[in-house]
């Protein structure tokens, strides 16, 4: 933590914070420059609190912290790179994951059909709500246990492992029976009841980053899981929001360098939420595994015209097909395969 | 809904959104223009699904929703303002609601000193965080029950109204046998489990908008509220997450008379969170009641820089006490009062 | 500047940054912490070049600035606040300056009748665009020096000072013959060549943040101004773009006392581009003066909706003079006038 | 247009309105919906002014634009892909067009090495500028003409086309003697005098976005310099604003398929400015050939630890051609060269 005192800090006001400093527990080096004083307070930050609070002392400019505030998500805490294995279904070592699918499970016919096309076509997971947090109260809440258990029987007919979305604490030893892979939405990166229930459970997480989350906010929240004991957890950068109105949100692709030089848990790319609009996810996923993805998330219906909810940012069978043909080749042009 | 076709559109893709908005239940008027055809959807477009959606149809440029998505957070509902009336504490009416506290309640004399020194001061609330949602699993979380029952010792020495935030469904029914005002953290504010729970109870609830949410998500959080069965929800502008590094949040004060204008729903300022600097607290609470908002929330604490949280964005007594000063003189220029 | 090392950094990479440092002129002081080591840079290191270049060197984990890069404008270079006297019009000091007027000059009429209405209701500048730089190619350009005879025409009937905008720099000396203040619009806040011709001007300047400025490029770009020789240098917030798409843009109030603790320059709101919508005018002119502004510009036309340019946010007579009474009181409330 | 009116708005308004759409040359079409009536403005809009003015009217809820606001940009007015050429260089095609060399022009050695380096690793088209635009007074401003002087050299060397800024009307005939390609830096994305200038050049013009542009704006920018008689424009996306700090800016490469869908001309990514750190240039510079953009832009300098400007984002030679590497085989797997 490094605290830059003001200008004009008096004598005393300066010894008050080298005061603090040390009651936190840590140790103050002084430097008294030629423009301002500046206290750096060494030892691990992280054990004394928010001392950002000292902000709010008298003489104090600013106060930098200088750790990063997550442990377990560090690549500084576990170098190599961690790989996920979900059922049949790995993510973080060569070959990239595709998981694909409807926003909502609908009826059997509609996921069963959909795991089959796109098994067919490459992807290693299937993707589906049945607890569907929706902005709206009038809209579709989706099928609930019955959504989970049509997803089971698309499993047990495809092979592809199940990703899920999980709405509540309550909810996560049920979803665990039927699922391979937790979900947590963007709307719950926050909900912290939830990522302690995700962290007590065997299954793999999927972890969204919250629209106006940082990156460390991102990391902090998988600390919690990591923090409760499941060690097995994949980063989803979903996009952002800012002011850009052409696409539902801004899908920053600097995140996957960025988090493979600051964490060792995999990064999965969603196109489709990151942009909004169908015609723009094929060109997003290519360029995600470009970046260095370990796994892409795509919606896909049989008929995105009638989905009962995101048909707009959905693509069908022959464009999902032909983009994993194209996947493919850039995955290969990087050195991975799907 | 307004949908703008291709300037290429063919006749037959024509022709199939007309079928589309029928097979909605809506009535299709089309104008055939100079530059493209527009298709008009007349009706409740609110009961027909998300019609966005027909945006991945053939021939379709872009489709824009005309009616707000909400229904009874609406001034269309009722044109007359709501006043939220939660024990001795009123929001919505002439005088302008004042809750102050500590970002977190740490002990029975911190939190009964605060509240007589607010009181003292001209507040009419008193807020303390018992459950905690931290952005850390290594940050202290609050002291639960605990904290609820210092709560309600304070209460009881000073007659405020508390005010304090629940963050899980199943805490409802306990967080609403102590205090007045159940407040939904901007984290959880797309949290609708805990939005349902908020609707069936008796409380007033303080629906904080989250970092990222636009007005409409606001005010669709607030109606699943409202749908619930509880008329009684307060809306409370805590700031946005932009570009700006030097404060917090960006705290637009123009929510205040565009929510005015759109809900009969009262309106809450929280400059504390709103900038995350107590040096900019005083003037953004001065500018919040000029600017018409029926209600300040503000962190107070004994000793800031000892606080366990939200340290620098606190104010200490004699610095609330002041801003008071100022705020009464504000809201008696705007024909209000404190 | 604070120069953090990766964990993993080698002994010959610190020496490297050490020397570096010195290098640059400034005194290295090391701190070998228990999880990594920070090199401070004890000096001026506004006079170093842009050490950030440092962060690509091996073994750096970030570089942290800890001055303020603006000298001139910091208000540790001059305490007390700048009051700007322009003709008959100041700025700074117990009065609040009210400039309005259209967005465009569009007729002598227009121009005149308006100055005489904004100056019966109280305002004390006149505003009004000859040279308009608009978004497209085929939007009205503005009247040039015919404009600026109207605007002096307009002033010489009422004696109000002339603020308008000037958009390059061989236009600055004609646009300083016929106006009091030079504006220069936030789509020019970096254009340099312009801020040093309008360095060499006798006249005052009234600086607009850029929609995506940071304070502290906005304190540069007054910087460049100042740094020419003119000190007489208003600063107008205007306005940021975020994601909200219900204002035009979103007008961060705290940028008022930010900048009056940053810098000693007096401080406008623009709550006319800030907003976007004439309904929402009133009340961020009102929440600005609360929050301290020193001055307020407002877009009034005696018919909006058949104005030129940015009738959508523009008042017309009967709502200005109404938002003046209610200024007036406002200012009163927290020890001004208008 | 379409304008949608207020639920209670009353026939004398609707009648207002017509009337006005009228005045404004379109034909009214209104559509007395259940919920409130919705008038359609029919014809080119976009001869019509800025018709969102009409939202001041008495009884307008809400004013929607129907037509892009550019025209000559529009892939409605020219549906095959335009091919810029520039000397040897060409943006447009199958080939992608790599452009590198340092922010800065420092002296006669460094350029004509890098141009030697850079071009031996593959790279089209030489970068390096000569007017620098910066955002500090105190920071380094360019050779200006002596930095010309050394491109045209380093060009005369290596047989690349030279890519270089231009700040002010007044210099595009200086800088068009030397160079193949004017680019206009961000900051300058709306002087519309610096883009009239261009539109009379008969130079190519490299246009980059600003910050807080729209993609609307962008082609509005662009629309300046072809409306000018120039059809050479290439548009660059360099990165928005947005609250991510852990980047320079945020790099939507959802830009190129989206840019692609709405104009002919070709789209040139720049992951330097894009980013802002050398670790993440490469990532991204791949992920923007993945995407389809046409051309990538890149910094590169012989020792960035000692650039004068930019060196946190520069690329040195060993990283450069080993980025080539890399960007040659995503290439071919979208089926493109380098």
Redesign the interface.
């Known amino acids: 933590m490094?605290i830059?005192m003001r200008?004009n800090a008096t004598e005393s006001e300066i010894e008050h914070m080298i005061a603090?400093v040390e009651g936190a527990g840590l140790k103050p080096?002084t430097?008294r420059?030629?423009?301002?004083t500046?206290i750096?307070a060494?030892?691990?930050e992280?054990?004394a609190?928010?001392l950002?609070?000292?902000?709010?002392?008298p003489g104090v400019d600013n106060?930098?912290p200088?750790?990063a505030?997550?442990k377990l998500a560090s690549i500084?805490s576990q170098p190599t790179r961690s790989v996920i294995q979900a059922g049949s279904f790995a993510v973080g070592g060569p070959v990239v994951g595709m998981i694909a699918g409807p926003c909502s499970v609908e009826n059997e016919e509609q996921i069963v059909a959909t795991a089959k096309a796109v098994k067919q076509a490459g992807a290693t997971a299937l993707r589906g709500g049945a607890f569907k947090?929706?902005?709206?109260?009038?809209?579709?809440q989706g099928l609930k246990e019955d959504g989970l258990q049509m997803l089971a029987t698309a499993r047990d007919e495809t092979g592809l492992a199940v990703v899920t979305e999980v709405?509540?604490?309550?909810d996560v030893e049920l979803v665990s029976e039927y699922a391979e892979v937790l979900q947590i939405g963007a709307?719950?990166m926050?909900?912290?009841?939830l990522l302690e229930a995700c962290g007590k459970s065997h299954r793999a997480v999927l972890l969204k980053r919250?629209?106006?989350a940082?990156?460390d906010?991102l990391l902090?929240a998988a600390?919690?899981i990591l923090?409760g004991g499941n060690p097995s957890v994949m980063l989803c950068e979903r996009g952002?929001?800012?002011?850009?109105?052409?696409?539902r949100f801004?899908?920053?692709?600097?995140s996957?360098?960025?988090l493979q030089?600051k964490t060792h848990l995999p990064v999965v790319i969603d196109p489709s939420h990151?942009?909004g609009?169908?015609?723009?996810v094929p060109?997003?996923a290519?360029?995600?595994?470009?970046?260095?993805a370990d796994g892409v998330i795509v919606e896909v219906h049989p008929e995105?015209?009638?989905?009962?909810?995101?048909?707009?940012?959905?693509l069908d069978f022959p464009a999902f097909a032909e983009m994993m043909g194209?996947c493919q080749?850039?995955a290969?042009?990087?050195g991975r395969k799907l």
Do not use: C, W
């Open positions: 490094i830059v200008r603090e080096a430097l420059g030629t423009e301002r500046v750096a060494i030892g691990d992280r054990k609190g928010d950002r609070k000292l902000e709010s002392s106060v930098m200088v750790l505030p997550y500084e947090p929706r902005t709206s109260p009038y809209s579709f709405v509540s604490p309550e709307r719950n926050q909900n912290y009841r919250g629209p106006s940082t990156i906010e902090l600390e919690y923090d952002i929001r800012t002011y850009e109105g052409h696409t801004t899908l920053p692709l600097a996957v360098p960025y030089s990151g942009t609009h169908a015609s723009l060109a997003m290519r360029a995600a595994i470009a970046a260095g995105p015209e009638h989905a009962m909810s995101d048909g707009y940012q959905t194209e080749r850039v290969e042009a990087v």
